[in-house]
């Protein structure tokens, strides 16, 4: 009894250390020019940043130029919000023929940079519920 007593108090320690907790990341984007098409949203781990499939994705409706997606279970962690204004509503980053995008877009931290961003500028840390606002 005294063994069965023990396995299940150990159980119950190991379940509790090994779960994992969650946050939810709130993020707002003001600035949109007009309220065509829809805000796309992505929350990416460093190795999927720019690269791969995001870790949770939304696709919002415009209203007065504010869009607002909430990202939930979010765990511990370093990421980066990717926006995209996608006026067409094809779920991509349009470009012109000189390689510019043609969509308005922005990334958490709000980098102002030419050229693509950088996984260092884009990175927020989320420990806690949050909120954050992105520029386009």
């Not at 990334?107 to 909120?131: C, L, Q």
């Amino acid at each position: 009894m005294k063994t069965l007593f023990t396995s299940i108090i150990v159980l119950f320690i190991s379940i509790a250390m090994n779960a994992q907790e969650t946050f939810t990341l709130k993020v707002t984007v003001n600035n949109a020019k007009d309220d065509q098409g829809k805000m796309v949203y992505s929350l990416s781990t460093q190795n999927q940043f720019m690269k791969a499939a995001p870790l949770q994705s939304a696709s919002v409706e415009i209203k007065d130029g504010v869009a607002v997606a909430t990202f939930e279970n979010v765990p511990i962690g370093d990421y980066a919000v990717m926006v995209l204004h996608d006026k067409n509503g094809n779920n991509q980053m349009d470009f012109s023929e000189q390689g510019m995008p043609t969509e308005a877009y922005g990334m958490s931290n709000n980098p102002m940079s030419y050229g693509p961003p950088t996984w260092e500028d884009a990175k927020i840390t989320v420990d806690s519920d949050k909120e954050i606002t992105v520029r386009l």
